[in-house]
């Protein structure tokens, strides 16, 4: 299979210029070769034109019959051409031919007294070009004398000729130097274009720099100068974003699983049976740690933005969900005396959302509300209709108003946290659930503690 060749913008650009402006060039020869060849034929035809008037200029009255007076000298010259044959007809309406050359074609319409008419005809197998003209016969109103002249065409022809010669090599070197110009604006232009390009291709992907001097590109190219900009912002946040969170994931990783390796070196080595199962229950809790740390991990990766394309929405019944996290979770809330609880309807909470992501959304802020409230607490979660929105209130230490923005951070676990064995990781995943189903978590105080809010628009 072939594959396409790549497009050249230089030569886009070249074709989209030359081709319109050789177009315009052409059009423009022909134009003024059509207008110089009318420009011509009018010279002539006034010069013939001239000639019929100076011939009936010579026609007398004699005892009531019409004459054309003309000396045999100025016949010679009238008639005389270097490249055409002059053909000439006198003639009246009452006498017929007075004198002529030749026999000339009639008019092709009725002339009317003292007005040219020009047109064209055929005389001894060559094409001629006549004027005739009538009027009124001197010492009798009731005779017409008619003049025609004709011309044959080699003159027209070989001006014709003349211009096109001439004209053609001037549209040529018009032609080059307008290709010329354009190539050279082209090239210029685009050494923008070029110096971005190698800009980018040196760049490092340790250090992705916005391109400096983006308001001195051309205006046609700052918009895109912008646009990548904007795209290596995102990279850059994205790229430390991904390097924090490999390093947090990193430590936390390590911890639980440098901590099962020691207390499974201690449980190996262990012969007191007492010691033994101590050893054992340190080895659990390591693992549920481990666990804890990694499913939480995996949820976080399934709720990146990146995956968005991915997500299929559908209506769904979140009453039923969120009572079903309540129960899920009604065990871990009696391991610490915790009273957790469920306020909202049975059903009829409808919301486009993906089924498996709101369960972790809802099981993560109980998860948060049990791991950091205190032995004999509250947990609650509401569900509202109007407006739509999912409610957890705990009555523990509290989230400081200073910390409500970082805990949504990855990994990051605030200063009421420290005897809870979470990985700051909770929050941060409601968050990026609720984003992808446009809704917005927010952090609001309690009377007493804190209460999510995820509130859905």
């Known amino acids: 299979m072939n594959k396409p060749q790549p497009t050249s913008l230089r030569r886009q650009l070249l074709l989209h210029l030359t081709i319109p402006l050789l177009v315009v060039l052409a059009l423009g020869a022909i134009g003024g070769i059509i207008i110089a060849r009318q420009v011509g034929h009018e010279v002539h035809d006034q010069w013939i034109l001239d000639s019929a008037l100076t011939l009936s200029s010579q026609v007398r009255s004699n005892d009531g019959r019409v004459t054309l007076e003309l000396a045999p000298a100025s016949v010679q010259m009238f008639e005389w051409d270097g490249y055409d044959h002059i053909y000439w007809e006198a003639s009246s309406t009452r006498q017929g031919r007075l004198a002529s050359n030749a026999v000339l074609p009639s008019p092709p319409e009725r002339l009317t007294i003292g007005q040219p008419l020009f047109y064209d005809t055929e005389l001894d197998g060559e094409a001629v070009r006549v004027v005739a003209i009538e009027k009124r ?40 130097l307008a290709g010329a110009f354009i190539w050279l604006a082209v090239t210029r232009t685009l050494r923008k274009v070029d110096s971005v390009a190698a800009r980018l291709g040196a760049y490092e992907t340790d250090r992705l720099q916005p391109i400096a001097d983006a308001e001195q590109m051309p205006t046609e190219i700052a918009p895109l100068i912008s646009a990548i900009n904007r795209l290596l912002a ?58 804890h740390v990694t499913q939480q991990l995996l949820t976080l990766m399934r709720s990146e933005q990146q ?87 705990d009555d523990g230490p509290g989230i400081p108003v200073h910390e409500r923005e970082l805990v949504l951070e990855r990994f990051y676990r ?32 309690g009377q007493p503690g804190t209460r999510i809010c995820i509130t859905f628009e």
């Open 307 to 393: 995956s968005e394309k991915h997500l299929k929405l559908a209506p769904l019944d979140l009453a039923p969900l969120a009572r079903e996290e309540v129960e899920r979770w009604a065990d871990a809330a009696l391991a610490k005396e915790i009273d957790l609880g469920y306020e909202g309807p049975e059903h009829g909470i409808t919301v486009n959302g993906d089924a498996s992501l709101l369960r972790e959304l809802m099981g993560n802020l109980i998860d948060n509300a049990i791991r950091y409230n205190s032995h004999g607490g509250t947990v609650t979660l509401t569900l509202d209709s109007a407006p739509l929105r999912i409610q957890v209130d």
């Open 414 to 445: 605030g200063s009421s946290s420290e005897q809870a064995s979470g990985c700051g990781l909770g929050l941060s995943i409601a968050y990026e659930i609720a984003a992808r189903h446009g809704a917005r978590l927010s952090i609001e105080p």
């Open 234 to 291: 995102k990279l850059s946040a994205e790229q430390d974003t991904q390097k924090r969170f490999i390093a947090n994931a990193a430590h936390q990783l390590r911890t639980p699983l440098a901590t099962l390796q020691v207390q499974t070196h201690r449980v190996l080595r262990e012969r007191d049976p007492l010691k033994h199962d101590q050893a054992l229950g340190d080895v659990h809790r390591a693992v549920t740690r481990l666990h």
């Open 137 to 176: 016969a001197p010492g009798n109103a009731a005779d017409t004398v008619r003049i025609q002249v004709a011309e044959t065409k080699h003159k027209r022809a070989l001006v014709a000729s003349k211009i096109f010669s001439r004209w053609t090599p001037l549209q040529i070197a018009v032609m080059v």
